[in-house]
């Protein structure tokens, strides 16, 4: 079984913070620097080991606590992508727009 693709919401410097978190639960969750845009809003790339979908999304939860986190969507292909967990504090816009994925080294290029 392939792992199972989620796309978080969030800052470069909290994605920093949620990987550090991540990497202390062996095998849970591996956190790309990949991103993408959707609605605004920067998306980073997570891998979630088969049989750790729950485990993982107890984990988002509390990092909810200390994080600032938005929208958490679950699928390979980042405009497809459904959302899997609403964000608390922050509201999303509409969900059909297209989204670009893209390393973060590359230049935001892109004309909305």
Do not use: C
Not at 2 to 26: C, G, M, N, Q, R
Not at 30 to 44: C, K, L, P, W
Not at 85 to 108: M, W, Y
């Amino acid at each position: 079984m392939d792992a199972i693709t989620y796309w978080l919401s969030t800052s470069e410097p909290e994605i920093h913070f949620i990987d550090a978190v991540l990497s202390f639960y062996d095998g849970l969750a591996n956190v790309r620097r990949e991103f993408g845009m959707r609605d605004g809003q920067t998306f980073y790339r997570i891998f979630v080991a088969p049989g750790m979908e729950t485990e993982f999304l107890k984990v988002v939860e509390r990092l909810r606590q200390k994080a600032t986190l938005g929208a958490l969507l679950r699928g390979e292909d980042l405009a497809k992508a459904v959302p899997q967990a609403e964000p608390k504090a922050e509201s999303k816009a509409g969900s059909n727009a297209e989204a670009e994925t893209r390393t973060e080294t590359e230049t935001d290029v892109s004309t909305s």
